[in-house]
């Protein structure tokens, strides 16, 4: 079945604790990226991803680090979180022969 | 720049009532255009897409065409039911390019 795996799913954390979300796929994407959800807001583009070891900025990088060493994973990581980026995180792979995006259930963060 | 507008929700309607959620955009070229739903607790999904002008997309009852005239992608659905209810975002793409959201529009459907 074709999954785009993230963990953790809900995440309690404090300002400046450092934490890593996790992102797996198995259907052997090319393309990953980020998303934050905030009411409002609707979905917007964080980093994405375009191959291993390639990574550029989206429209709200500020805060956040990615990495692509290998194809199937693409973690997030926030050095020093802040209030500002409570939100609902959303991994997502995408077929560029069709242009359809995979996502994957949700992270949802909350730093006090 | 390239953006999507849609109504503002939350979009109230009784089983078996006519559903039209509105989409507009503004763009420098010819993007694809997409719906897609995300149910409680979920991730988005794709609902529906459409490449060119005048396609029509459809799934599971759902419609949208791409007019290139007015700059819309309305989606419609002749009679919804309760697990319809979720929340339904438009979105355009070019090729490769990262597909820009619409804020999203909150459909409730009662029995």
């Not at chain 1, 905030?38 to 990615?66: A, C, F, H, W």
């Not at chain 2, 999507?4 to 694809?32: D, H, K, R, W």
């Not at chain 2, 255009?33 to 060119?52: R, S």
């Amino acid at each position: 079945e074709a999954q785009v795996t993230q963990n953790p799913r809900y995440l309690i954390t404090v300002t400046g604790k450092k934490l890593t979300v996790t992102c797996s796929q198995n259907m052997n994407h090319e393309y990953m990226s980020w998303y934050r959800q905030d009411p409002g807001l609707g979905l917007r583009q964080i980093y994405y991803s375009m191959n291993v070891e390639v990574t550029d900025k989206g429209d709200v990088p500020e805060g956040y680090k990615v990495s692509r060493k290998e194809k199937r994973n693409f973690p997030l990581i926030l050095e020093s979180p802040s209030p500002n980026q409570t939100s609902l995180y959303f991994c997502a792979t995408r077929d560029l022969g069709t242009g359809e995006l995979f996502f994957g259930e949700g992270s949802r963060l909350t730093v006090l | 720049g390239d953006s999507v507008t849609q109504m503002e929700g939350p979009v109230t309607l009784s089983e078996e009532a006519f559903l039209t959620i509105n989409c507009t955009y503004t763009a420098t070229g010819y993007p694809s255009l997409f719906w897609y739903v995300q149910y409680p607790g979920e991730g988005l999904q794709l609902l529906l897409k459409a490449t060119k002008a005048d396609d029509k997309g459809s799934n599971k009852g759902f419609e949208a065409t791409y007019r290139k005239e007015t700059t819309s992608f309305h989606l419609e659905k002749g009679s919804v039911q309760v697990s319809d209810s979720a929340v339904y975002f438009c979105a355009l793409s070019y090729n490769t390019d990262k597909l820009i959201f619409g804020t999203g529009t909150r459909l409730q459907v009662f029995p």
